[in-house]
């Protein structure tokens, strides 16, 4: 039994055989524990990664969200700021009380919701402020004159504007122009192409004011000022609601630059032009305005007696055929036109448009529309509706010469309701051979300066008496300001000043611009778009719309183009 015993022990030395196979067995375990444990770490870091994945994933899933609902939120600033710009409604887009413009929406799955916000900036003033920004505060590139004859005036009125100069001036008018001629200090096709084969001159309207690029002369510095870009890509934080902090100026060296009143290198273009905008033949309701120049004048007849009657219609059209009865009274458009040009031209066209007209004349047929004959197009045309307000029409010998009054009565009472109310239903367009309008409420001094002709120190005269009116970016539109006739009831314009400049002045224009900031509330998460909307059709058309991206926090860091 005791040797039996003995035999379930192993003693060293004594089983060569069986300590070999136990030494073998052991370094078998040794070799697969760090197997194990090396699989055991590869699972733990897979598990490790593929959480982190997720985690990742869902971190970029909540921001997407939070993206997506910022742009929501600055989408539906732009629907509430188009729906607020309506024609009838002429005070709707001046920038008023913050509730108006910055508007909360509450959210259904407890997140906080959000805002946005409407905000737009004013040269004229240098401030940010909540509201939309009337384009007509500028001048239009787009409406500049680019006949020969106008030539000179052209020039002008680009040099009233800061960091023109005479070349450069006619660099952009060749610019737009759709002619190879160079002006006598221009640059056209010709020049470019020297430069860079294949380079020409744009030759057509600009689709945005960085076109103005490619133009000879212009530098970035000129267009934006030293930060070379645009002054709607860096738009403020989010504005204070409280009435105090409605308004948010630029930093000095920019609202410097933007009035034109420092150093040559803090002043810039973009905040005294645009390519915004344009003439309006739709009146607020979507229907047409009566074209009051329109060649055919049995069309227009008929036209004036649908919407007036008979009697306005007779008065108008003879108008349009005979003027008015005190012919000294018409405004002269002789100022605006280069007689030298003109004469060059003249005599090469005269012959051929001679011949035009009578054909065209003979082609129309002669009818009858009340008390009158119809039998041309017409000698005279209507520059504005103060030409038709109290001034009569002296009909010739075949009528006896008998007086038509005007339909509508000059007295103060009157001119304050009727000049607002014709000039929606009419278009004055084509009265003049420059179809620029500037509005004589918002525009600061140097774009004043550019109306077509205008007499030293009107343009200061302007601003002081709109500036004792409160007439400012953030006024409402009154009964006594909802017109140009307020530059006539305070005593600014003369009526004969009135009847030469009111083709060139406005109260609103049919082009708004103005940044849509989406947030949410719970982080800070914005999205902001630079938009303009355009009145030209019906309903209003968004015409331009860029992202001007953000931070979370809401500081814009924007990189758009105007």
Not at 522 to 544: K, M, N, W
Request: glycine fraction near 8%.
């Amino acid at each position: 039994m005791f040797s039996s015993m003995l035999q379930h022990f192993r003693f060293p030395g004594r089983n060569p055989r069986n300590a070999a196979v136990s030494d073998r067995g052991t370094g078998n375990l040794g070799f697969v524990l760090p197997v194990v444990c090396i699989v055991i770490l590869f699972l733990t870091f897979q598990a490790y990664t593929f959480t982190e994945l997720m985690l990742v994933e869902n971190i970029a899933s909540v921001a997407s969200e939070k993206s997506r609902i910022a742009v929501s939120l600055s989408d539906s600033g732009i629907s509430y700021a188009t729906s607020r710009i309506t024609p009838h409604e002429s005070d709707d887009a001046v920038p008023r009380a913050s509730n108006e413009w910055r508007v909360r929406l509450p959210s259904g799955q407890g997140s906080g919701g959000g805002e946005f916000d409407v905000l737009s900036f004013n040269a004229a003033t240098g401030v940010w402020s909540f509201g939309c920004v009337d384009e007509t505060c500028k001048l239009n590139l787009n409406e500049l004159p680019l006949g020969i004859e106008q030539a000179l005036e052209a020039r002008r009125m680009l040099l009233c504007l800061p960091m023109v100069t005479p070349r450069l001036a006619d660099a952009i008018l060749d610019w737009i122009d759709t002619d190879d001629e160079p002006r006598p200090l221009g640059a056209e096709s010709a020049y470019y192409s020297s430069l860079q084969r294949d380079a020409q001159a744009r030759n057509r309207p600009l689709d945005h004011l960085s076109d103005l690029l490619g133009v000879r002369g212009m530098t970035e510095e000129i267009l934006f000022g030293r930060d070379r870009k645009s002054v709607w890509a860096n738009p403020p934080r989010a504005l204070s609601p409280s009435s105090n902090a409605q308004r948010q100026r630029v930093s000095e060296p920019q609202r410097q630059r933007v009035r034109g009143t420092s150093a040559s290198d803090e002043i810039c273009l973009e905040q005294f032009l645009t390519v915004y905008g344009g003439p309006s033949f739709i009146t607020a309701g979507g229907d047409e305005k009566i074209i009051i120049n329109h060649p055919d004048l049995i069309a227009l007849f008929d036209s004036v007696e649908t919407k007036f009657g008979e009697q306005v219609a007779t008065y108008v059209v003879a108008y349009r055929l005979y003027g008015p009865q005190d012919k000294s009274s018409l405004p002269s458009d002789d100022f605006l036109i280069d007689e030298v040009a003109a004469a060059e031209s003249r005599g090469q066209r005269q012959a051929g448009l001679n011949q035009a007209k009578e054909g065209a004349e003979k082609e129309q047929n002669e009818a009858t529309r009340g008390l009158l004959k119809i039998k041309s197009s017409g000698d005279y045309k209507v520059r504005s509706i103060y030409e038709l307000i109290g001034v009569p029409v002296q009909l010739p010998k075949e009528y006896n010469f008998a007086e038509l009054s005007s339909p509508w009565k000059s007295n103060a009472r009157n001119y304050q309701q009727l000049v607002p109310s014709l000039q929606s239903m009419f278009s004055f367009y084509d009265a003049t051979p420059i179809n620029v309008k500037v509005n004589v409420n918002l525009a600061p001094i140097e774009v004043l300066n550019a109306i077509p002709g205008i007499e030293d120190g009107l343009a200061d005269h302007i601003v002081k008496m709109r500036t004792k009116l409160g007439l400012t970016n953030n006024s409402e539109l009154t009964a006594a300001s909802s017109s140009i006739d307020w530059l006539r009831s305070e005593g600014v314009l003369t009526m004969d000043q009135l009847r030469t400049y009111a083709p060139y002045m406005t109260v609103r224009g049919n082009a708004f611009r103005f940044l849509s900031t989406g947030r949410l509330l719970s982080t800070g998460e914005s999205f902001c778009q630079e938009v303009v909307i355009d009145l030209r059709q019906f309903p209003a058309l968004v015409s331009h719309c860029i992202p001007v991206h953000t931070h979370a926090s809401g500081l814009a860091v924007g990189n758009g183009t105007p």
